[in-house]
């Protein structure tokens, strides 16, 4: 199949594995819904990305894995072990990596829409703030000066992404404004009233949007890279010294369908080595902000079929999950594969409808699928839920949030929300 990665996700015996464990029983063990993380996948996926950059970049590469993409203590973990930096966007987040290991000098804090009492906070710990606004550079003179930020900028062009919803550059996507960083024209205003107030600038950033992962798309993200290195030279003039960082931001995509393709990662690391050669840019650090591409393929949320019916000559196949555990379908039409566990391979496909247990029309995780006709209590396993799953889940109608299953090194580690605090129940060699 399309999506088998070895020692990650493979077949045996018409079964599906993760990890080389059988998913329906590690299903059957803890019960469903679940997510099941393979760490081991988002260790190698950071060394592969980290080794792309290096090939073509000479200058330090700093990862900072965008922790809202999947925060599970273990996958941090697994991350920090690999000598991952962190990109936090809430002050909640900058708390719960430091409880997690990282120290306050490797995580960036890039908010949008901040308060002063966020700022506060944040500061307060210890972290870099990237400023998103003039009106941040003014709220964070008043708490403290003669510290170090980061302006995120806009690099005046459309950003690029899987959705509307995720274009984050740009003037507006869909007919809506884009609410994030500082336009270009009011770059050297902000520079001047940084100065006015003793903040010192240290880094420059962008964030283009998400899941972008077409030649297309990463020539149209190497545009705004130029424009980003080009901007860097003039804060440098403006500010009289040399930045310390430039961050890339993050947004590389993953496959999610076969008719995807992978990531073009040389086309993406060779352009921003040419852009910064071509520019004449010296810099001691090159920053980058992934977060889907290092967990998106290592996870799957793992269901129980509990329902099937036939409606008006449709097979509708219902299962004990819905948008409130994995909620990419319905709020951006995502597409993911879905797999009946114990029949990987089966000859008796039909088309169905896959819904969820919400109260809810639009709680469809896939229409119209073919897959092996499945029978109730039939496990499925729906692919790369390792991003923007868990950390965007919900108790809507009052269902409780999935146990989380990590595999790492030699481990098994099992997760379980109380009330929006995660416990681990158990550990097993």
């Known amino acids: 199949m399309w999506w088998e990665i070895k020692d990650h996700l493979s077949i045996v015996d018409n079964k599906l594995y993760i990890a080389n464990i059988q998913v329906s029983e590690i299903a059957r063990r803890f019960g469903t819904p679940l997510f099941i993380y393979n760490a081991n996948r988002v260790a190698e996926k950071f060394r592969f ?3 792309a950059l290096k090939r073509y970049i000479p200058q330090t590469v700093r990862i900072h894995y ?14 920090r072990y690999e000598g991952s930096w962190l990109d ?3 002050p909640e987040e900058v708390e719960y990596a430091i409880e997690n290991g990282f120290s306050p000098e490797r995580i960036l804090f890039t908010g949008v829409s901040v308060s002063t009492e966020d700022l506060k906070k944040v500061l307060g710990l210890g972290v870099r703030v990237n400023v998103d ?5 003014k709220k964070i003179s008043k708490i403290r000066k003669d510290i170090p930020i980061s302006l995120r900028i806009d690099p005046g062009i459309s950003g690029v992404g899987h959705s509307w919803r995720t274009i984050t550059a740009g003037k507006e ?25 003793d903040l010192k ?8 949007g998400s899941n972008w992962k077409t030649e297309e798309e990463v020539k149209e993200f190497l545009q705004a890279s130029r424009i980003l290195v080009k901007q860097a030279k003039e804060v440098e003039n403006m500010i009289g010294d040399k930045l310390e960082f430039i961050n890339f931001g993050g947004g590389p995509g993953i496959r999610y369908s076969e008719k995807e393709s992978d990531f073009p990662i040389e086309t993406y690391s060779k352009g921003l080595s040419e852009i910064l050669n071509e520019e004449n840019y010296e810099v001691q650090n090159v920053a980058f902000e992934p977060g889907r591409y290092l967990v998106g393929d290592a996870g799957i949320l793992v269901v129980k079929v509990v329902d099937i019916k036939e409606r008006y000559g449709e097979i509708i196949v219902g299962v004990d999950s819905g948008f409130n555990h994995l909620i990419r379908p319905v709020l951006y039409g995502s597409y993911h594969e879905i797999i009946n566990c114990d029949n990987v391979n089966g000859n008796d496909k039909k088309s169905v409808t896959i819904v969820g247990n919400l109260c809810e029309t639009g709680d469809v995780f896939a229409v119209r699928r073919e897959i092996p006709m499945p029978k109730e209590d039939d496990i499925l396993a729906i692919h790369n839920a390792g ?22 090194k030699s481990r098994l580690t099992i997760y379980e929300d109380v009330y929006n605090k995660r416990i681990v129940m158990e550990e097993i060699i």
């Open 66 to 79: 965008s922790m809202k993409a999947n925060n599970n203590p273990k996958i941090l973990e697994a991350l």
């Open 88 to 90: 936090c966007v809430s």
């Open 387 to 408: 991003a923007y799953g868990y950390v965007m889940a919900s108790r809507y109608n009052m269902r409780k949030l999935p146990k989380e299953v990590v595999i790492y």
């Open 173 to 197: 996507a869909h007919n809506v404004p884009i609410k994030f960083s500082i336009p270009l024209d009011q770059i050297k205003n902000a520079v001047n009233i940084a100065k006015e107030e």
């Open 49 to 51: 990305f980290f080794r």
């Open 133 to 137: 606004s003039i009106s941040q550079i």
């Open 201 to 208: 600038i240290v880094g420059i950033h962008m964030h283009v």
